[in-house]
Each structure stands twice: as structure tokens, then as C-alpha cells.
């Protein structure tokens, strides 16, 4: 389970194997929670976080996630020993070398295709009219033109040097999924664009919400196949940025986020009501979350086919194999880096 902490004033304490909640009003009952239960700790509020519970938390190897303003501010983790010099060395070393270079196209051009393949299959299962159709088609034709891009004259270069060409691939391919996407969004929820920081309409409160909670799982995923989170090649080294995480999410927005939000959207689950506008900040509401997040929690531990690979897993087990992929990769036991890609 995920245990969600949200009441200003709450303290997260300790007692024997269990986590406890206690809250400043009398009339809120202390909660617990047994450690063997719990799978991820969010604190949205500001509480107090004990000692006692920082212990138990990180020897059970269980993270906790971090908001504000419904922005993830930090995470606390384990400390890892379990990660090999060897495996490390061998990811910075990459950095300056085409493999670096190699991973990043590899990695993005499998992101692109998760990106075509679910406009496709909801482009199938809707009844678009005649213009959002020409749209989507138009995009998804687009994006199809991404994944035979020739990028052999610069395999060879090293990241550092081709980065901005890769930011604008990259980036001209989300702008063709995100206009395509618009299409498929009821206009109710007033998507008209990706926006964060703070999210300013719902479906961008939905994807940042759950970003930062698939954020999390890859950063688990990263750290059990050793890998250093904080050493990416696509985006840039800064200090608390877990670059090489948002390297290897890429892969799983479109399979695990997208999917999810358009299902509920399209299943009526979710209305422009459970959400409320802070200013500019568009906040899911508490009742929606949970239903939210169960539904999340869900599409991770849901079996599911890598249509690059054939494999079926389920996605929490394709993150940790495509961060050891990598790593063996890196190290030059895998000839080629083969993303995870959805069916079609």
C-alpha cells in the first residue's frame, strides 16, 4: 500500500514494526500501519517525521516521496550498497563515448514509439470527428517519420557535443504527440498544452501527479540494478536531479501515465470536478486521489508485453530489467540498448 499524509501538523513516528500517524486534532484517531504493508511513503504536508520512522523506513528498503504545491520537492531512500563500483564506472565512462550517444536515441526512439503506438489504439477505439481525425492521423504519421530519423552521422559523437540536436528531436516529437493528444482530451478539461510547475488544468495535474510517482518507482528500479540515478546523458547533470531516472522514464510516461488517464477519462471516472483551482494551480481534490493512485498502484504491478523484446512482466519488473539492461549495456555485455516499447 501507499500511505498518503496530507493533514498539516501530522507526525510520522515509530512503534515496534509499524509506522504510526498522529494529528493535532484530538478528533483524527492515530493510524497505523504495519512496515511489511507498505510499499511508498508521500507526505504532501508539513509534518514531522521522526527519527524512529527514518530508521524503519529506510531499512525496509521503502521510499517516501516528498510535495509541495502538488510538486515533488525531494525523496528519501535507502542508502545503496548494493550497486558495484564496476557497473557505475562503466555508466560515467559511457558518458564520453558513443555509447552514451547510442543509449539516448535508442532509449528516445522507444519512447516515440510508445508515444505513436497509443494514439493509435485510441485512435481504433474512438469515434473521432472528421478534423480531430485528420489531426491525429497527421501526428501519428509524424511521429512514425521520427523513428526512421538517420542518426548514423553522429552515433560516433559524444552526447555533450549533440545534445541540443537530440533536445530539438526530442522535442518536435512531443509537440506532435501533445497537439495529437489534444484531440482526444473532451474540452471540458481545458488541455490545450503541456504545462507544469504548476500544472494548470487537469490533465496536466494528472500527469505531473502521477510523473512524480512513476519518478519514484524508476528511481527504486535504477538503484536495485546499482546504477548511479544522478549520472544521465539526455538531461544534464545538476545538483538533487536524478538525470539518469528521467532518462529511463521516458520509456514508461506513454505505457503506465497516458494510458492510465486517458482510460479514465474516457470511462468517465474522472470529471473537471475533482479538481479545484489554487490560483493558478489546478489540484486534483483528496477524494480523487485516492481513486487516483489505487488505480496507479494498479498499472504497476500489471503483466504486460515488451513489444521490443517479447517479454511479459509486470511494469515494476520491466523498470528494474531495463535499468540492468542498460547497465549491461554499458559495460559491454549487451551489444545494443532495446527500449521497452508497448504492443500495438
Do not use: W
Amino acid at each position: 500500500m501507499i500511505l498518503i499524509v496530507a493533514e498539516h501538523g501530522a507526525k510520522i513516528g515509530k512503534e515496534g514494526e509499524r509506522l504510526y500517524v498522529s494529528y493535532p486534532s484530538a478528533e483524527i484517531a492515530r493510524n497505523y500501519v504495519p512496515i511489511i504493508k507498505l510499499e511508498q511513503l508521500i507526505i504532501e504536508s508539513k509534518a514531522t517525521l521522526t527519527s524512529g520512522a527514518i530508521d524503519l523506513l529506510t531499512a525496509n528498503g521503502i521510499p517516501t516521496l516528498f510535495f509541495r504545491g502538488g510538486k515533488p520537492v525531494g525523496i528519501l531512500h535507502s542508502y545503496v550498497a548494493h550497486g558495484t563500483v564496476a557497473i557505475r564506472r562503466a555508466q560515467i565512462l559511457a558518458y564520453e563515448s558513443k555509447l552514451g550517444t547510442a543509449f539516448i536515441i535508442s532509449a528516445l526512439k522507444g519512447a516515440i514509439a510508445n508515444k505513436r503506438n497509443l494514439l493509435r489504439r485510441i485512435q481504433k477505439n474512438r469515434q473521432l470527428k472528421p478534423t480531430a481525425e485528420t489531426i491525429v492521423k497527421t501526428k501519428i504519421a509524424e511521429l512514425e517519420g521520427f523513428l526512421h530519423r538517420d542518426f548514423s552521422k553522429i552515433l560516433n559523437k559524444k552526447i555533450g557535443i549533440i545534445r541540443d540536436t537530440i533536445f530539438a528531436f526530442e522535442g518536435a516529437a512531443a509537440d506532435a504527440y501533445f497537439t495529437a493528444l489534444k484531440e482526444l482530451i473532451s474540452p471540458e478539461f481545458h488541455f490545450f498544452n503541456r504545462n507544469r510547475r504548476p500544472p494548470r488544468d487537469p490533465m496536466n495535474s494528472m500527469l505531473s501527479y502521477a510523473y512524480s510517482i512513476l519518478t519514484m518507482k524508476v528511481l527504486s528500479g535504477v538503484l536495485v540494478a546499482g546504477l548511479e540515478p544522478y549520472a544521465g546523458f539526455l538531461h544534464t547533470d545538476r545538483s538533487g536531479k536524478p538525470s539518469f531516472v528521467l532518462d529511463i522514464i521516458e520509456e514508461f510516461r506513454q505505457p503506465i501515465v497516458d494510458r492510465l488517464i486517458l482510460r479514465l477519462i474516457g470511462k468517465s471516472e474522472v470529471t473537471p470536478d475533482d479538481f479545484e483551482m489554487q490560483g493558478e494551480f489546478c489540484k486534483i481534490k483528496d477524494t480523487f486521489k485516492k481513486h487516483y493512485l489505487s488505480e496507479l498502484i494498479g498499472t504497476f504491478t500489471r503483466a504486460e508485453k515488451n513489444d521490443q523484446t517479447g517479454k511479459t512482466m509486470t511494469f515494476e519488473q520491466h523498470i528494474i530489467h531495463q535499468a540492468r539492461h542498460a547497465g549491461k549495456f554499458f559495460k559491454g555485455e549487451s551489444s545494443e540498448y532495446n527500449p521497452f516499447i508497448l504492443s500495438r
